[in-house]
């Protein structure tokens, strides 16, 4: 009896799991409760879909999500796959044929316990139309270990806005000192928790991202569309391009830039706003160098009808004035809070003290050159950031909050025709 039980384990947890490759000892214990180890975070939020994903140690055979639309007690569930990394599971679930733009309630097993539930475990599925206003929130430079970073400062920020974005965009530099799934919980899960519970998360791998190999930590995190490298989503009536600027130097540089021409022009005419998002700056007056790789894409943005250029990378918050396809800032433009038509130019932000701030490395900015001459920054300020973007229509209105007093420390709007 004994040994047809121990068969009838191994079986079963070689059918749930896709983790037979890693070749770590299985302990799969159908009836044993489960530690939840990571709290379940969001991705992939579409009009009809939604992928939930938690991490349990490593007893845990199987996992599902009950579910509920909001305004019906009606409830589904669905069955998850497990996967072994670094001898925990991740219990990844991808809930389909939902309605679009609706709120639903979640709850999360793992062999059969109930681990989490309750009214902040809920997503909102995309809309399925274009009319549909919406927010998200950015930031880049995030989780460091304790007294390293100050993540838990704009997770806490972004719950206690006014509106709750609709889903979150990561600049880069994830995850510090390198990026590895070991430190993920501590230094980014942990702290954001709140946040990634109910709004999706998309991020971009930066240059200590790639410090440890993406494909086997930062891919194994999130589940991320096209090649999760660089890729795009829509929402509304925007269109989102992540692109992978490794080091500075472009993963896959020819192949990418092929890649984020085609997509451009996929979706010219489609969209009222193209933002594009990346770890790595082009012209900047930080203490950051200017990428050139970056500023090689220039003309494609500008010629593209790109509107925002968002990255991490610097440790501080810059806006910069709008460019045209040379990099040249326009000074027909006079008023930096307005931009009425910004056709064949895009303005990029520096978002890149989401979790940290490097005091040694940073003068005051307003005593430098560039600063003082402004001739291509609108805003700038040293201090722990995110930004919220709100579009409506055809208008845009951004805010910069300091993530220790919630205040907004810089905004703008654009309006199109
Ligand atoms: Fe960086």
């Known amino acids: 009896m004994k040994r047809i039980a121990l068969i009838l384990v191994i079986l079963l947890s070689f059918s749930a799991c896709k983790s037979a490759k890693e070749s770590q000892p299985e302990l799969v214990d159908l009836k044993a409760e489960p530690v939840l180890i990571r709290q379940p975070y969001l991705q992939m939020v579409r009009p009809n879909t939604v992928t939930i994903t938690w991490k349990t140690n490593a007893v845990t055979g199987h996992c599902k999500v009950v579910y509920n639309d909001l305004n019906s007690l009606e409830e589904n569930e669905v069955a998850g796959k497990l996967v072994l990394h670094e001898g925990d599971k991740f219990n990844e679930v991808v809930i389909k044929n939902l309605k679009p733009q609706t709120a639903y309630n979640y709850a999360i097993y793992s062999n059969g316990y109930l681990l989490a539930s309750g009214k902040d475990y809920f997503f909102t599925t995309a809309p399925d139309n274009k009319n549909t206003a919406f927010s998200f929130y950015a930031l880049g430079d995030i989780g460091a270990k304790e007294k390293q970073s100050f993540a838990i400062e704009p997770a806490t920020r972004i719950t206690e806005l006014g509106i709750k974005p609709d889903f979150g965009l990561g600049l880069g530099d994830i995850v510090y000192p390198k990026g590895e799934s070991k430190n993920y919980d501590n230094h980014l899960f942990k702290p954001f928790e709140k946040v990634f519970k109910n709004t999706p998360f998309y991020p971009v791998a930066g240059n200590h991202d790639w410090l440890s190999d993406p494909e086997k930590n930062f891919e194994k995190e999130w589940a991320l569309p096209d090649n999760e490298h660089y890729y795009g989503f829509s929402y509304a009536n925007a269109y ?178």
Request: glycine share 8%.
């Open 240 to 417: 989102f391009i992540g692109l992978d600027s490794r080091n500075g130097g472009f993963f896959e540089l020819e192949k990418q830039t092929k890649w984020l021409n085609k997509e451009l022009k996929k979706v010219q005419g489609k969209y009222d706003w193209i933002i594009v998002f990346l770890h790595h700056n082009g012209k900047t007056c930080t203490y950051k160098e200017n990428y050139h790789h970056v500023e090689n894409l220039y003309p494609i943005f500008a010629n593209s009808n790109v509107d925002l250029v968002l990255n991490g990378h610097a440790h501080t918050y810059e806006r910069l004035k709008p460019y045209d396809a040379s990099g040249n800032v326009d000074r027909s433009v006079t008023n930096q809070s307005e931009y009425k038509n910004l056709e064949n130019r895009f303005i990029s932000i520096t978002l890149g003290a989401g979790g940290k701030l490097n005091k040694k490395w940073f003068p005051d900015p307003f005593n430098l050159e560039h600063y003082k001459d402004g001739t291509i920054v609108a805003h700038a300020e040293h201090v722990g950031s995110f930004g919220l973007f709100e579009i409506n229509g055809k208008s845009l209105v951004f805010k910069a909050y300091n993530s220790f007093t919630g205040t907004v420390l810089d905004s703008f709007i654009i309006k199109k025709n």
